[in-house]
């Protein structure tokens, strides 16, 4: 299988920035998809910005012009970096990857981790 971990979140004012970091347990280049979504309180879990292996990249529309997703391949890693935050974009934020190759084929998440944004 493969492991995400989450970090980065945490309290941060209105018009603030915050980076988010997503680790997996393996290379993430053959990856077809991975990215991030989130889950408010009483919402259905909704897409924040993915990637794919074409280096195509798709935001919400609720983030686009202010956050932005990038990837270190060498370490495993992507990020999500968050700009002019809102206190709507208050919620828990996962981490996801889907693959069709390998032995680890499938899609896999992180469990989570908090962005609280204050008014």
């Known amino acids: 299988q493969v492991q995400l971990v989450e970090s980065g979140g945490g309290l941060v004012q209105a018009g603030g920035s915050l980076r988010l970091s997503c680790a997996a347990s393996r290379s993430i280049s053959s990856f077809n998809i991975m990215g991030w979504y989130r889950q408010a309180p009483g919402k259905q879990r909704e897409l924040v910005a993915t990637?794919?292996?074409?280096?195509?990249?798709n935001y919400g529309n609720s983030v686009t012009g202010r956050f932005t997703l990038s990837r270190d391949n060498d370490k495993n890693t992507v990020y999500l970096q968050m700009s002019s935050l809102k206190p709507e974009d208050t919620a828990v934020y996962y981490c996801y990857t889907y693959t069709r190759s390998g032995v680890s084929a499938g899609a896999y998440w992180g469990q989570g981790t908090q962005v609280t944004v204050s008014s």
């Open positions: 990637t794919t292996t074409s280096g195509g990249t």
